[in-house]
């Protein structure tokens, strides 16, 4: 298996046909879906399982738990990221394989978001917002990954505590910097994925306030350790 990809999944029965659907319709074929169920009251699991999806349970409340579980049941040579209300260009899968293929030092390789759901004003501005964000923090090393599009080396992976299962926000930016301690992390700004703007209905400026102080302290205040971070308001 070339590719895992895990989608960390709470009461998604609503999004995972879509996005289930959008990856079974890549250009790429050599991958598994590995649903992550975290105690989900829907029938995320079934509708999971009948997509193709192997769906594996975690009992820790969290995406950062799910997607360290989700990780841990991968059986690919690298493991790809995403979320439940997240759909892809076709081409999504084979452009993470032909970088990796491309640049043989990198352990890890990120991209960026757009809204799908939310007008086309709003869309344009959080693909140009998100891609000017991701940019300036690379050209300062300071590299974001974001938990919906990002890939790496299970190898590498492996190498790393992982994600951390008491974070339950910011667990990829804090992946992010352990992967950077042992090898090179790439940015590519045309890798792109298009997410739903439901975190950030009604919210936006509480959400938008809530993103940034928690990269803040991951980034910039290394004082604030993973127990304050943990008990955050999850606004995902």
Not at 166 to 178: G, H, P, Q, S, V
Request: glycine residues 6%.
């Amino acid at each position: 298996m070339k590719i895992s990809v895990v989608i960390p999944a709470y009461n998604e029965e609503k999004y995972l046909p879509n996005c289930i659907k959008s990856l079974k319709n890549q250009t790429f074929h050599d991958f598994e879906i590995v649903v992550v169920d975290n105690n989900s009251t829907d029938r995320t699991a079934e509708v999971a399982t009948t997509l193709g999806a192997r769906v594996v349970h975690e009992a820790k409340k969290g995406v950062g738990a799910a997607r360290k579980k989700g990780f841990a049941q991968a059986k690919g040579e690298i493991i790809v990221s995403t979320d439940a209300d997240c759909t892809f260009p076709k081409n999504w899968l084979e452009k993470i394989d032909m970088a990796f293929a491309k640049h043989k030092n990198i352990i890890a390789l990120y991209g960026i978001s757009a809204l799908d759901d939310d007008g086309k004003v709003k869309q344009l501005l959080s693909h140009v917002g998100t891609r000017t964000f991701f940019q300036i923090n690379d050209w300062l090393k300071k590299k974001q990954f974001t938990g919906c599009n990002l890939a790496v080396k299970k190898t590498a992976y492996d190498k790393t505590s992982g994600f951390d299962a008491n974070i339950r926000i910011c667990e990829d930016a804090d992946l992010c910097k352990k992967l950077m301690t042992i090898g090179k992390v790439l940015f590519v700004p045309r890798l792109l994925v298009y997410t739903s703007a439901r975190r950030f209905k009604d919210t936006s400026i509480k959400t938008l306030y809530g993103y940034m102080k928690l990269y803040y302290n991951v980034w910039w205040n290394p004082k604030k350790n993973a127990d304050t971070m943990a008990d955050m308001t999850d606004i995902r």
